[in-house]
């Protein structure tokens, strides 16, 4: 895909403007596309380089809620939406590292119960073997993967969150980023993340390495919020899943390009569907209309179903891809 290399932003009306540098936006870093390359882009939803920054460190976890008030921008060569400025990576990944998150890890019932059915998506493609989970949180998919089997590997930066996995379920979970960790001790079956590409800094380097790590007939599994879903488009700027903690947005067809340039092909892609509990969702829900959500969080604790695990699509695509060739 070739790129134009103008160094130029568009507001949503098409005018052409330059990048703004300000010296007291040091925490900040401009990014270009991280599919083609090119600074050539437009403002999908304006933001600001001026929100609460330390409330925003805290909002990189697992569970993270924190509504993005930073810049989204399309690219104007291949369409891949993603934040820029964004803050630097040091401070992101400082912030994924000390982070404790037990939010994440009260809804264990539920989480389990939707990777049963993950896992179920994924044997239809490999029947067992060898998995390793990016961003594996606490465990639970590995832990589902275990039961059934799977030999099983893990990286995630919280220590927090890899300490209960490892000590509650034996998943072999690495504390550390797919950069900083050691690869695998042998050539992988299948390797999964389960929202977790549109946190990365370069998803197209780490689907590389993924590329990289398994098999020649392995798989990559990727769910993720889709922006291009009609529930998204409605939504617009108030989607939910336009949060801090996520750095790239993406459409059936850039996520297809990048797993293409990563050497994978397409075998699958469908709705993502997963269960939570009632009350976690109207917490969830708190950050877009907090007065509605706190009174239906307080009838259903009233009504003693806050508890209650209940399936939902958010307009999420889970996204199957086999290797092709190596990169």
């Known amino acids: ?54 409330k925003l460190l805290t909002s990189y976890s697992a569970s993270g809620n924190f509504v993005s008030k930073e810049t989204l921008v399309e690219c104007l060569d291949c369409g891949l939406i993603y934040t820029s400025p964004r803050l630097r990576k040091d401070l992101i990944l400082k912030s994924y590292t000390e982070t404790e998150d037990p ?10 119960k939707s990777f049963e059915r993950c896992l179920d998506a994924v044997e239809e493609f490999k029947k067992g073997g060898s998995i390793l989970d990016i961003g594996a949180a606490a465990g639970f998919f590995l832990k589902v993967a275990k039961e059934r089997g799977w030999r099983t590997y893990g990286i995630e ?23 900083t960790a050691p690869p695998p001790n042998e050539k992988l079956d299948c390797i999964t993340l389960w ?3 549109e946190h990365t ?36 700027k108030n989607y939910w899943f336009i949060l801090s ?4 947005y993406f459409v059936p067809k850039t996520i297809q390009a ?3 340039t990563a050497g994978f092909e397409v075998v699958s892609s469908k709705p993502h569907f997963q269960w939570l509990q009632l009350g976690y969702l109207t917490y969830r829900l708190e950050a877009y209309l907090p007065k509605p959500a706190k009174w239906m969080g307080r ?29």
């Open 157 to 179: 930066p919280s220590k927090y969150l890899s300490d209960y996995g490892n000590q509650n379920y034996g998943v072999n979970i690495t504390c550390g980023t797919l950069e």
């Open 103 to 112: 939010t994440y890890v009260s809804q264990a019932e539920g989480r389990i």
């Open 195 to 197: 929202d977790v590409l």
């Open 299 to 327: 009838l259903f604790k009233s009504l003693s179903i806050d508890q209650t695990l209940i399936p939902y699509f958010a307009a999420q695509t889970r996204v199957i891809a086999r290797k092709v060739r190596s990169v």
């Open 201 to 236: 800094f370069d998803p197209k380097q780490v689907l590389k390495t993924c590329n990289s790590y398994l098999k020649d007939d392995g798989i990559v599994v990727i769910n993720y919020p889709n922006i291009g879903n009609l529930m998204a488009k409605m939504a617009g």
């Open 1 to 54: 895909m070739q790129a134009t290399q103008v160094n130029r932003t568009e507001n949503s009306l098409g005018a052409v403007n330059p990048l703004h540098h300000n010296s007291s936006q040091s925490l900040w870093e401009d990014v270009s596309c991280n599919l083609c390359g090119s600074r050539s882009t437009k403002v999908k939803y304006q933001g600001t380089t001026d929100p609460d920054t330390q």
């Open 258 to 260: 990048m797993l293409e």
């Open 245 to 248: 903690v996520h750095l790239y």
